[in-house]
């Protein structure tokens, strides 16, 4: 069994975004991680200054809840891996798929 100390941090390269329409993948994207986590950071920043209230700034204030670093305490713990699927939204009616994984 191997301690804690022996165990590598996971560390994500990216997120890939997958948006399929009518059954065909319409976009692919991979945002390198580090562009990730510097947009949360702003985006955190940017809600915590935000005085006044609309969709933009609600939306901004719920990143005050996302905790990446609980999620790389379950990578590194074993209770996730990669790649680890952070949303998927399907939306029958208008015949889209999204999903977001982080890799």
């Known amino acids: 069994m191997e301690s804690k100390q022996n165990i590598k941090p996971i560390k994500p390269k990216g997120i890939r975004i997958e948006i399929t329409e009518n059954g065909v993948l319409t976009t692919n994207v991979r945002v390198p ?3 990730v986590k510097m947009g949360m950071k ?3 920043m940017a809600a915590d200054s935000s005085k006044k209230k609309g969709s933009v700034e609600d939306e901004l204030e719920r990143l005050k809840d996302v905790d990446m670093d609980a999620i790389f305490e379950a990578l590194n713990s074993g209770e996730l891996t ?4 952070l949303v998927e939204v399907d939306e029958p009616d208008k015949n889209q798929h999204v999903k977001i994984t982080l890799e």
């Open 33 to 35: 991680y580090f562009v």
């Open 42 to 44: 702003f985006g955190q």
């Open 82 to 85: 990669l790649p680890c699927l």
